[in-house]
């Protein structure tokens, strides 16, 4: 509860037991992430405006591979 980071994230990820990194990715979710780190941390701040908000959680989708996810925003 406390933390400062919460993820709620549904979808599969396809491993690829030969090589981890070209495991595929397709999921959905919620993105919390509190004041205090993105001050710290406003980069991050910057990154995130491109993402829907709903009370106070970041609506995204990660697709892509373990080696190469793509953040986008959540459909």
């Known amino acids: 509860e406390r933390s400062p980071?919460?993820?709620d994230?549904?979808?599969s990820i396809n491993l690829n037991n030969r090589n981890m990194k070209k495991s595929a990715l397709n999921?959905?979710?919620?993105?919390?992430?509190?004041?205090?780190?993105l001050e710290k941390y406003s980069?991050?701040?910057?990154?995130?405006k491109q993402f829907d908000k709903k009370d106070k959680y970041?609506?995204?989708?990660?697709?892509?591979?373990?080696?190469?996810?793509?953040?986008?925003?959540a459909r």
């Open 9 to 11: 994230l549904s979808g």
């Open 27 to 37: 999921l959905r979710g919620e993105l919390f992430i509190n004041d205090k780190f």
């Open 58 to 73: 970041y609506q995204i989708q990660i697709n892509g591979t373990l080696g190469g996810p793509k953040f986008t925003k």
């Open 5 to 7: 980071i919460k993820a």
């Open 43 to 48: 980069i991050v701040g910057l990154y995130l």
